[in-house]
């Protein structure tokens, strides 16, 4: 090997390892706020990228009627909820339940997008409230579960959505137009618009959910149900709301994630777990605790795994998920008490 | 007609019938036996032991990959070929498997179970995912192609080819296992599994290393997962690496939830269930959906989130439900012979047992105890009090071993206890109960109390899976019922510990604690809850202790209580000491009458004082 090729396959590391960081920051925020442990993260990858080359073969995309029939359902669940006198807040159930799925089918329906930049927006209008109305339906229900039993149902769904993709994409691997067609050369390597632009976005989404944690208010009541959720609930903080929340936060970050390493790998309807899994390697680093260490994991993990398809490519997923067991031994150097489960 | 006769009767049936089943029917049988195996593992792990695993299907796939190997590599025959005959292949197959899944199911568990529970479930993830891909790269291993010419097993020159026969195999060791599971769990032991869902911190204090047990119950899983492997290769008689999917990982996982985690035939029905559904939909849903693919995984799924949120425990509590009513429960048996529980001499009257120098402990700025300095000497009763927040249950906490003093030093029996988890407190003779009660609710209040006694048993899960503890366990669950009797609590030891009122939960974890044969006695505010007489009781009990020789540390709120029975009392206010004495000396210090009742004006407080006096 020489420095070229190691500067390629960095460059390589990099960009994955960007993707792989915005699933560990889903994972963490996910986790943190509502304890579950979101295993399908990765379905959000694959089906905003799948969505966007059926926009560009101008077809309806199946995750569409997906995002209709969770409407449906979640508005009939909290139908039920209220006839049986629970409190339902109606504002935020229109919202995701009509609101947002209308805006998306008339996005795909009536106006048919013709530009990248449409379609992008379209595949987002059509992801982002998958997220919400799956915890509605999926996790809140069992809110005061514990930690193993939401990490069961997680499994259970990311099942369920797999079986789904294959039914909506089929089997065959697509790639989407990339972003941007600049070509640099720096030096004797190569540096391509599109990873530009994913490093760029990454960068972009990192500050301003930074912004969002430190400045807004909403972003400090999520912060705060994170650390303490009965203190939170007792000041007047919906857990409802942040559940929402996390995961429409969790359904965005995994949709941008999709349309920008869509234009770099083919995606296939089950492409989506390794990477979320890959986040989550990334975020066990960080306890799925910390932020900024779950962004060092992401770049570790990018790096091992550029440079393991160098020397090994058979076996580079084999050394990827085997990074955790050094990573969980350190952790549990520092632990001797035990606790209880929550 | 009891649960054990209706067991039996399934088992001849199924027997009988054995010889005239189709084919086809044997071998679905013999899949849903060996995936049994599996899923009774994942029973003891998840639904008993609160922990999981999705890589069950890796430990499958080592298990059946270890006999492949040894049957048909051309190195092991050329390096054992000459000494053994092939027909004991299989057997060195399944001895290698058990060492080879021993190995990485202690290593996987050792670094991920001592860290909180989510953490050995992503791990399984990453061990199921790397599992295939390794394999299905490893040439010697025929990657993804696999190996095939496993040859069957020969028993004393009887060949177990065909699944008729095989089959037989299969269902007869997973009864056996499930025999031994069952007895594992009516035991000393079992008890201590249980306690690791939600009772870890409690199980400590009992002496119980949960650590150890947690990866003991996940190397057990995953060897019945090996043995089912090497079931399947001697079965199949080709193997690659794709049934060893993660995939197939979260199918076995499915099965123990569908069918009922918390219990040993909740396995094999969701073994059934899951294997004929999965047969059925394979056929349906590609018709229906016009597609060939795993869709039978969205019903799965489906299923599985419809069972998590209607029925947590499964559907086999609902069966056994509607079967109950015809069945009358067994009568326990009386054991042959008990033996005598070992007792540790109390220390003499008046020595110092317990003791804190300086303990200080700090949350970041905020100093939950000053500097503490307090002892308990054996024959009396030390109470500790203090208003709501003076730091009293981080002081417990310090001297019992649940959590670490940031400076200054605790000693009981005049040793150093800096750093011991709590279990060795328990070994050196401290017993406790806790503030927030912590008993295993749907356990009854016998098996609680027994768990106290936990370190005067000796037997191990061997003994306790052949039923060889029996002497002992009666033994320990004799003392158990005599503590509550001692408890005035006798008449409850068969009911859920769950169903009892508040108060008399707090006089079971005492029995608990008493049942260890404790030196020190450490009771977070016992008294609370507690109606008149029932306090009078308890106070009568302790006196009774006291009496023979045992040092107690009170924390309470009762003031009459306290007054009434202490020997001693030491007032902590803002985590520092203000006062210590009799309760004489203490109820006219004018420090403790502030800090109780606020800062209130000279003459309003003298007045106080002269109530008090």
Known sequence: ?342 | MTRRHLTLAFVVALAAAWGFLPDFSVTVLAYIGLYALVAAGLVMLTGVGGMTSFGQAAFVGSGAYATAWVCTSPMVSAAIGGVVSPALLPWIGLLFGIVVTFVIAWGLGAITLRLSGHYLPLCTIAWGLSFYFLFGNLEFLGGHTGVAGVPPIVVAGFSLASPRSLGLVIWGVLLLALWALHNLLDSREGRAIRALKGGRVMAESMGVDTGRYRIKVFVLAALLAALSGWLYAHLQRFINPTPFNLNIGIEYLFMAVVGGAGHLWGAVLGAALITLLKEQLQDILPRLLGSSGNFEVIVFGLLMLFVLQRFADGLWPTVARLGGRFLRPATPSEPRSTLVLPETALPPRGQVVLQAKAVTKRFGGLVANDAVDMDVKAGEIHALIGPNGAGKSTFFNMISGVDDPTSGEVRLMDRQMAGQPSRAFAALGLGRTFQHVRLLGQRRVIENVALGAHRRGKRGWIASMLRLDRAEEAALLAQARRQLERCGLGEFADVPAGSLALGQQRVVEIARALAGHPAVLLLDEPAAGLRHLEKRALATLLDQLRAEGLGILVVEHDMEFVMNLADRVTVLEFGAVIARGTPLEVQANPKVLDAYLGGVDEPAEEALVGQAA
């Not at chain 1, 986790?31 to 295993?39: H, K, L, Q």
């Not at chain 1, 106006?111 to 109305?133: F, H, K």
């Not at chain 1, 067609?181 to 990192?206: F, K, N, P, Y």
């Not at chain 1, 995961?247 to 349309?259: E, K, N, R």
């Open chain 1, 1 to 342: 090997m020489d420095l070229q090729i190691a500067l390629i396959l960095g460059q390589d590391g990099i960009v994955n390892g960007a993707i792989y960081g915005l699933m560990a920051l889903a994972l963490v925020l996910v986790f943190s706020v509502t304890r579950v442990i979101f295993i399908p993260q990765g379905e959000f990858v694959a089906f905003s990228a799948l969505s966007v080359v059926a926009l560009q073969a101008g077809r309806v995309p199946a995750t569409l009627w997906l995002l209709l029939a969770l409407a449906v359902a979640a508005l009939a669940v909290e139908l039920w909820r209220w006839k049986r006198g629970a409190a339902v807040d109606w504002a935020s159930t229109i919202a995701w339940c009509v609101v947002f799925p209308l805006i998306a089918s008339a996005l795909v329906l009536l106006l048919r997008p013709e530009s990248l930049l449409m379609q992008t927006l379209t595949a987002l209008a059509v992801i982002v409230p998958l997220g919400p109305l799956l915890y509605r339906l999926a996790y809140r229900p069992l809110a005061d579960a514990t930690v193993l039993t939401l990490l069961i149902v997680s499994v259970a769904l990311h099942g369920v959505l797999v079986g789904l993709g294959l039914l909506f994409f089929g089997a065959e691997g697509s790639r989407t137009p990339a972003f941007s067609e600049l070509r640099l050369d720096l030096g004797g390597v190569a540096i391509t618009g599109q990873s530009l632009v994913v490093v760029a976005v990454t960068a972009a989404l990192v500050v301003l959910m930074f912004l969002f944690f430190e400045r807004s208010i909403v972003g400090k009541a999520l912060r705060a149900t994170a650390i303490n959720r009965v203190g939170a609930r007792l000041m007047g903080i919906p857990t409802g709301l942040s559940g929402d929340l996390s995961f429409a936060l969790a359904a965005a970050i995994g949709a941008v994630s999709g349309l920008l390493i869509a234009p770099l790998t083919t995606i296939y309807y089950d492409t989506g777990f390794l990477i979320g899994l890959k986040g989550f390697v990334a975020a066990i680093v960080g306890g799925l605790a910390s932020y900024p260490l779950a962004l060092v994991g992401a770049l570790i993990v990018g790096q091992l795994e550029a440079f393991s398809s160098f020397w090994a490519s058979a076996f580079k997923e084999v050394f990827v998920f085997t990074l955790i067991i050094p990573v969980l031994w350190w952790r549990s150097l520092s632990s001797r008490h035990v606790e209880d489960e929550e």
